[in-house]
Structures are given as structure tokens and as C-alpha cells.
T-cell receptor, first 112, second 121 residues
Framework: DQQVKQNSPSLSVQEGRISILNCDYTNSMFDYFLWYKKYPAEGPTFLISISSIKDKNEDGRFTVFLNKSAKHLSLHIVPSQPGDSAVYFCAARGGFYDKVIFGPGTSLSVIP | GAVVSQHPSRVICKSGTSVKIECRSLDFQATTMFWYRQFPKQSLMLMATSNEGSKATYEQGVEKDKFLINHASLTLSTLTVTSAHPEDSSFYIC?????????????????FGNGTRLTVT
């Protein structure tokens, strides 16, 4: 049973426009959420995170929104750049040992 | 920032042999390390949680006798794939969370190594 879901396996966006990646979770024990960017054959690179007590966190071009009642979060990238093309994983932390569980990922392509 | 080093980056072994993968936190002490595996075009699946000085906690469906985890110090955890078979071929990634210095704190993100590509022939 998937605890972290990313329902869009892929997303294509024009350079300069906004990219919106969505994530849903089922476990109410999660208290911290993270977004990672990953290239093939490399480890994930941390992008941005948000605590469950907040509803927005912004870092440069990246903004994460959390709707706790809906168990939904989203990552906004604006403006999108071709170098942003990668697989983006949503992750959630909680439970014993504060395990981090990953979603299935969304492959983002930013078209020049 | 926090650095996690994973070694080797790539290994090819014969079926039936054992392979050891090392994960080191270079500039912080890691009380907890996590081991993940990733199949092609799939997500990172948590295999086990490794705590320094205690036994690892394995996720459901992961064979603890096949995937031996040792967290001998605050900067080193190892994953040994015993009696490897072709179906164990995968991308293994470790991550670490610290107790002091970089990568620490309640809201510190996990920092990942660059992964190990294991191919069992």
C-alpha cells in the first residue's frame, strides 16, 4: 500500500513557465515532507522541505505548499529551466526512527 | 554541506558471491542510516534502518539474512548482499541523518550517497 503517491509519472513544461508537481500521502504520522531531484545512477539531491506545522516554504525558484487536511503537497518551480529536467521524488518522514518514505517520482522535462 | 560517501559506485559479481557496500558520513556523525534500493524506473524502496550500535530494522519483505547491515560507528554503515543472485541486481543507495554538525536537527533532510550499481551475473 503506497503511503506516498505521485500520480503523474511525467510532466512536460515550456522553459520559463511554471512546473507544478503534486504529491499525496495517506499516513497521518508524517510530520515532515521533502522533495528530491534525481538523475539516473546518482543519489537523490535534496531540494526543499516543509514541516507539517507550515503550509508554505519558499527557496528561490522552488516553493512547496502543504495542505495538511487534504494530505496533499505540491512543488512549484518558477521559472522552469531546461536544467530542471530530472525525476522529482516527494518524500515523507514519520513513525518510528523517523523513516523517510518516497513516492514513485515524476519525470519533469523542461522544453527550451 | 553534509556529505555522504558510498563505495563502490559500481560492482559486478558472480552469482553466489557476497558483496559489501560502504556508506560513510564525511562531515557529520550519523546515528541513523537508511538503505534503499531502486529498480529501473521505479521509486526508492526503503530496505532497512540502521542505528549505530544496535541491530538494523528491516522493512517487510526484506530478508535480513540476505542483506546484512552493520552500523559499527557514527560515520560508517555497511550493507552486505550475501549469496547474491541476478535478481539482486539493483541500484542501492544509503542515506544518513546526523546528531551534530551538518545534516542534523529535527528538520534536517536526509543526505544521500551517490549509490552503488550492483550487477550479479
Amino acid at each position: 500500500d503506497q503511503q506516498v503517491k505521485q500520480n503523474s509519472p511525467s510532466l512536460s513544461v515550456q522553459e520559463g513557465r511554471i512546473s507544478i508537481l503534486n504529491c499525496d500521502y495517506t499516513n497521518s504520522m508524517f510530520d515532515y515532507f521533502l522533495w528530491y531531484k534525481k538523475y539516473p545512477a546518482e543519489g537523490p539531491t535534496f531540494l526543499i522541505s516543509i514541516s507539517s506545522i507550515k503550509d508554505k516554504n519558499e527557496d528561490g525558484r522552488f516553493t512547496v505548499f502543504l495542505n495538511k487536511s487534504a494530505k496533499h503537497l505540491s512543488l512549484h518551480i518558477v521559472p522552469s529551466q531546461p536544467g530542471d529536467s530530472a525525476v522529482y521524488f516527494c518524500a515523507a518522514r514519520g513513525g518510528f526512527y523517523d523513516k523517510v518514505i518516497f513516492g514513485p517520482g515524476t519525470s519533469l522535462s523542461v522544453i527550451p | 554541506g553534509a556529505v555522504v560517501s558510498q563505495h563502490p559506485s559500481r560492482v559486478i559479481c558472480k552469482s553466489g558471491t557476497s558483496v559489501k557496500i560502504e556508506c560513510r558520513s564525511l562531515d557529520f556523525q550519523a546515528t541513523t542510516m537508511f538503505w534503499y534500493r531502486q529498480f529501473p524506473k521505479q521509486s526508492l524502496m526503503l530496505m532497512a534502518t540502521s542505528n549505530e550500535g544496535s541491530k538494523a530494522t528491516y522493512e517487510q519483505g526484506v530478508e535480513k539474512d540476505k542483506f546484512l547491515i552493520n552500523h559499527a560507528s557514527l560515520t560508517l554503515s555497511t550493507l552486505t548482499v550475501t549469496s547474491a543472485h541476478p535478481e539482486d541486481s539493483s541500484f542501492y543507495i544509503c542515506s544518513a541523518r546526523g546528531i551534530s554538525g551538518a545534516g542534523t536537527g529535527d528538520n534536517s533532510p536526509l543526505h544521500f550517497g551517490n549509490g552503488t550499481r550492483l550487477t550479479v551475473t
